[in-house]
């Protein structure tokens, strides 16, 4: 059974950092390429940044770039998104994704083509 838990969610004031990470259990992690999405109260989910397999390959939305950084321990079965400089309109419940792409590249930005997900952490940035 797979299971993807995030943790790391919390309040923080404008300006300051939070480190998410997910752990995965069930799945053979360097088989899949994994994400970060994002829900705020009344929106679609949004992907906020994907990372291949190999690590290699990272894509943010322009909304996070340069604030925002995704990594992976495979090893380790891991998921981490380092996030700086947040913003109050960075408030969403944040979820973790994985999508089976073994020894792909392309990282897609579209939810309905993640396999796995997890329950989610809730990220509140106050102004």
């Known amino acids: 059974q797979v299971q993807l838990v995030e943790s790391g969610g919390g309040l923080v004031q404008a300006g300051g950092s939070l480190r998410l990470s997910c752990a995965a259990s069930g799945l053979t992690m360097a088989d899949y390429s994994m994400a970060w999405f994002r829900q705020a109260p009344g929106e679609y989910r949004e992907f906020v940044a994907g990372i291949s397999w190999s690590g290699n390959n990272t894509h943010y939305t322009d909304s996070v770039k340069g604030r925002f950084i995704i990594s992976r321990d495979n090893a380790e079965n891991s998921l981490d998104l380092q996030m700086d400089s947040l913003k109050p309109e960075d408030t969403a419940i944040y979820y973790c994704?994985?999508?089976?792409?073994?020894?792909?590249?392309?990282?897609?930005?579209?939810?309905?083509?993640?396999?796995?997900w997890g329950q989610g952490t809730q990220v509140t940035v106050s102004s």
């Open positions: 994704a994985a999508e089976d792409n073994p020894h792909q590249t392309i990282i897609r930005i579209a939810d309905l083509m993640y396999d796995y």
